[in-house]
């Protein structure tokens, strides 16, 4: 068995591995790393060399300006002036807080913002018998996690995808890429919730007892120059994001500096602040697709994928299969594993079959965000939980969505970029 082989079986060892899910899976990620350099299918810089990509580097940058946003109490007070705004309207209530946490999860940490949003919702609703918690945290929690798909810094999925673009040599996301469809899947969401959530989550949790437990938080005094700084930093890194007059792990990581620089967040809080495990999560797993690539792994896998489907299957049934296939993956692991899995088939067999590997790579990566039927779909979804919900909750509220998710993507994403090259 040559180096190919020796990768590939190293690969599909790693990814059972992750769906066993008994080790951390950065610790599972570095140490298949480790692995493919003992077994000399690589050498040290190749597996590990993606520790210091762009990706990674933007990723930290990102969890650095989310700690700033609610360390100096900016997020809090945003999510404050929402609530006050639509007062005691549910429908008000639903539109602005889904909106905002949409907006606000497209470029800080899904999961920090319904951090944010649950002790506000849950305070507003027991100082308010007309207004339920679990009718808002919901549609919260799918604001979050659509909005988190919407831009290039949202979701580690996307920076997931990014690297191994940026890896195989192929054109990669700019900041926006994903906004025009998932600005649309945005929109569908909060339809949606409104049309469809609010009747359809009181007849499966409107007659239960409210089971979260709820303690008001002590009001916290912020600093006003600090949370003005804070929204200046935050203002002119969105700008830079979007007009990349410098490359946006540039921009990620100068405003991180301007964080600490300025006072908004300490150096000691920022590097806490730094999400390690999906760092090295992330770090990993492209360590473990480029030494993949490397080896001659990825050729083995897109021969034995043609030799599988021939050439009968079009490009249009080819997009389809695999956008379905990641959705649903990823309802059950991590969204990154599910594009780990995926994403290398198709940069492996897009130049010889003449695919668009852009689009595919667009329409994968947005699928993965689209997992909205079961909690273990993402950590945001996870904590949604806190609310009272019950596991099957997220399936009746949400698989309509999903369906409706994968129908826009396999519809917009083929028309607005091509299959084909």
Same mark, same amino acid.
């Given at each position: 068995?040559?180096?190919a082989?020796i *990768?590939?079986v190293?690969?599909?060892i790693?990814?059972?591995?992750?769906?066993?899910?008994?080790?951390?899976?950065?610790t599972?990620a570095?140490?298949?790393c480790?692995?493919?350099?003992?077994?000399g299918v690589?050498?040290?810089?190749?597996?590990? #060399?993606?520790?210091?990509?762009?990706?990674?580097v933007?990723t930290? #940058?990102?969890?650095v300006?989310?700690?700033g !946003?609610?360390?100096?109490?900016?997020a809090?007070?945003?999510?404050?002036?929402?609530?006050?705004?639509?007062?005691?309207s549910?429908?008000?209530?639903?539109?602005?807080?889904?909106?905002?946490?949409?907006?606000?999860?497209?470029f800080?940490? +899904?999961?920090?913002?319904?951090?944010?949003f649950?002790?506000?919702?849950? #305070?507003?609703?027991?100082?308010?018998?007309?207004?339920?918690?679990? +009718?808002l945290?919901?549609?919260?929690?799918?604001?979050?996690?659509i909005?988190?798909?919407?831009t290039?810094? #949202?979701?580690?999925?996307q920076?997931?995808?990014?690297?191994?673009l940026e890896?195989a040599?192929v054109q990669?996301?700019?900041?926006?890429?994903?906004?025009?469809?998932?600005g649309?899947?945005?929109l569908?969401g909060?339809?949606?919730c409104?049309?469809f959530?609010?009747?359809r989550?009181?007849?499966i949790w409107? *007659?239960r007892?409210?089971?979260?437990?709820?303690?008001?938080?002590?009001e916290?005094?912020?600093?006003k120059?600090?949370?003005?700084i804070?929204?200046a930093?935050?203002?002119?890194t969105?700008?830079?994001?979007?007009? @990349?007059?410098?490359p946006?792990?540039?921009?990620?990581?100068?405003?991180a500096?301007l964080?600490?620089?300025?006072?908004? !967040?300490s150096?000691?809080?920022?590097?806490? %602040?730094?999400?390690?495990?999906?760092?090295?999560?992330?770090?990993g797993?492209?360590?473990l697709?480029?030494?993949? @690539?490397?080896?001659?792994?990825?050729?083995?896998i897109?021969?034995?994928f043609k030799?599988?489907?021939?050439? %009968?299957?079009s490009?249009?049934? !080819?997009?389809?299969?695999?956008?379905?296939?990641?959705?649903?993956?990823?309802?059950?692991? %991590?969204?990154?594993?599910?594009?780990?899995?995926?994403?290398?088939i198709?940069?492996?067999?897009?130049?010889?079959?003449g695919?668009?590997?852009?689009?595919?790579?667009l329409?994968?990566?947005?699928?993965?965000g689209?997992?909205?039927s079961?909690p273990?779909?993402?950590?945001?979804l996870?904590?949604?939980?806190?609310?009272?919900y019950h596991f099957?909750d997220?399936?009746?509220?949400?698989?309509?969505?999903?369906v409706i998710a994968y129908?826009?993507? !396999?519809?917009?994403?083929?028309l607005?970029?091509?299959?084909?090259?």
């Open positions: 068995m040559g180096d082989g *990768s590939l190293i690969f599909v790693f990814i059972a591995l992750f769906i066993w899910d008994r080790l951390p899976m950065a599972t570095i140490l298949g480790a692995v493919m350099v003992i077994a690589c050498d040290f810089g190749t597996a590990f #060399g993606s520790f210091a990509s762009s990706t990674v933007l930290m #940058g990102v969890m300006i989310g700690a !946003i609610s360390e100096t109490g900016l809090a007070t945003i999510g404050k002036w929402i609530v006050r705004a639509a007062g005691t549910q429908t008000k209530l639903v539109i602005g807080t889904y909106l905002v946490s949409a907006m606000m999860s497209a800080l940490t +899904n999961s920090a913002v319904l951090a944010i649950i002790p506000i919702v849950m #305070g507003l609703s027991a100082s308010n018998d007309s207004i339920k918690a679990k +009718n945290i919901m549609p919260i929690a799918f604001g979050c996690v909005g988190g798909a919407s290039l810094v #949202g979701s580690t999925q920076m997931t995808a990014q690297g191994l890896s040599g990669t996301f700019r900041t926006f890429s994903f906004t025009p469809v998932g649309v899947l945005v569908l909060l339809v949606y409104l049309v959530g609010i009747k989550g009181e007849r409107g *007659s007892i409210d089971e979260a437990e709820y303690s008001a938080p002590q916290e005094s912020y600093s120059p600090k949370m003005c804070m929204a930093i935050f203002a002119l969105v700008v830079f994001y979007i007009t @990349e007059w410098i946006l792990a540039i921009t990620s990581t100068v405003a500096l964080c600490i620089i300025t006072g908004c !967040i150096q000691k809080k920022a590097v806490m %602040s730094i999400n390690w495990n999906i760092v090295g999560r992330l770090g797993c492209l360590g697709a480029k030494a993949l @690539e490397t080896a001659g792994g990825t050729e083995l897109a021969g034995a030799t599988l489907v021939g050439a %009968s299957l490009p249009f049934i !080819i997009f389809c299969i695999f956008v379905l296939l990641v959705q649903v993956v990823s309802e059950f692991m %991590s969204n990154s594993t599910a594009i780990l899995i995926v994403l290398p198709i940069l492996a067999i897009a130049p010889e079959m695919l668009n590997a852009y689009t595919y790579a329409g994968i990566t947005l699928a993965s689209m997992a909205l079961c273990l779909a993402s950590s945001t996870g904590m949604s939980m806190s609310a009272g099957n997220y399936f009746k509220y949400g698989f309509f969505f999903d129908v826009t993507i !396999i519809t917009l994403v083929p607005m970029y091509g299959l084909t090259i």
